[in-house]
């Protein structure tokens, strides 16, 4: 085993997700959301509502709504 420098660890733009394992469930993903919208400054209520969208349809709905608010900071694996 080798100790190294963290300047040499490889720098992820985007956070993947794989949905097949544990946390692709639909209550990781509002988590994950809920986390994101409050690391990119959102106010509670903004946060409220792409949660409540989420919730509001079947599991490819609340793909689709993290998908368009968090694409740019997510990769979903199927």
Known sequence: MAIRNRS????RD???????????????????ASDLGKKLGY???HVE????????SDYEGL???LEREFGNYIILWR
């Open 49 to 56: 509502r792409i949660l409540d969208e989420m919730r509001l």
């Open 43 to 45: 106010t509670h209520d």
């Open 63 to 65: 793909l689709y709504t």
């Open 14 to 32: 985007k956070i993947e997700v794989d949905l097949s394992g544990p946390n692709g469930n639909a209550f990781a993903l509002l988590r994950l």
């Open 8 to 11: 040499e660890r490889p720098k």
